[in-house]
């Protein structure tokens, strides 16, 4: 069975310092991973995705994430954080291979301060 | 191009009544899928649409179910609502290829269900 822990449920960072969002996965096969955000009062938006391309994986907003299938990890960076960050972000993984059905972990609320 | 459409936003329901959502997915999709997401929680996955019938399906009771018409919009319903049904739930569409398609979801914002 497919599954994603997010490590922590709240981080709070300064505007201009990186920004880590830790994120495990469990997968009886090869794995896609996500990372959604989703902003208060809008849809969840794909920020960047794994399909066992490259291992760096590069999103927009200056996101990007790294999967590592030793450690089974696919933890979210990003060198510098703005305030326009401040959401909610999901840590995603496939849940068949016949696409469309997601599952989600219970999700990282990010906070930066001036 | 509009992308993923739903309606209502908003809806107040009472105990043991009966709720049908609506969705419009982004042009070209023809997948569907819906998911609740209840408040602090991710969201989870109900069911998927391809080609007018129900392809997938998770962990929810018979009380919720769905439908696609052939112009690929979707309907969810649920009956018998309990307070534990209270969520904001979300249409999701994808591009065409339900076999091969692993990747990325187009949500909309969701309707929000308030049971009492």
């Known amino acids: 069975a497919q599954s994603v822990t997010q490590l922590d449920s709240h981080v709070s960072v300064s505007e201009g310092t990186p920004v880590l969002l830790r994120c495990n996965y469990s997968s009886s096969y090869s794995p896609s991973l996500f990372w959604y955000v989703q902003h208060p009062n809008k849809g969840l938006q794909l920020l960047l995705k794994?399909?066992?391309?490259?291992?760096l994986v590069k999103g927009i907003n200056g996101f990007e994430a790294e999967f590592k299938k030793s450690e089974t990890s696919f933890h979210l960076t990003k060198p510098s954080a703005h305030m326009s960050d401040a959401a909610e972000y999901f840590c995603v993984v496939s849940g068949s291979n016949q696409g469309g059905k997601l599952i989600f972990g219970q999700g990282t609320e990010l906070s930066v301060k001036p | 191009d509009a992308g993923v459409t739903q309606s209502p936003t908003h809806l107040i329901k009472t105990r043991g009544q009966q709720v049908t959502l609506r969705c419009s997915p982004k042009s070209g999709h023809d997948t569907v899928s819906w998911y609740q997401q209840a408040l602090g929680q991710g969201p989870q996955f109900i069911f998927q649409?391809?080609?007018?019938?129900?392809?997938q399906r998770g962990n929810f009771p018979d009380r919720f179910s769905g439908h696609q018409f052939p112009n690929y919009s979707s309907e969810l319903n649920v009956n018998a609502l309990l307070l534990g049904d209270s969520a904001l739930y979300l249409c999701?569409?994808?591009?065409?290829?339900?076999?091969?398609?692993?990747?990325?979801?187009?949500f909309g914002e969701g309707s929000r269900l308030t049971v009492l």
């Open positions: 999701a569409s994808s591009r065409p290829g339900l076999v091969t398609n692993t990747g990325e979801l187009f």
């Open positions: 794994y399909t066992s391309a490259a291992t």
């Open positions: 649409y391809y080609e007018e019938e129900e392809r």
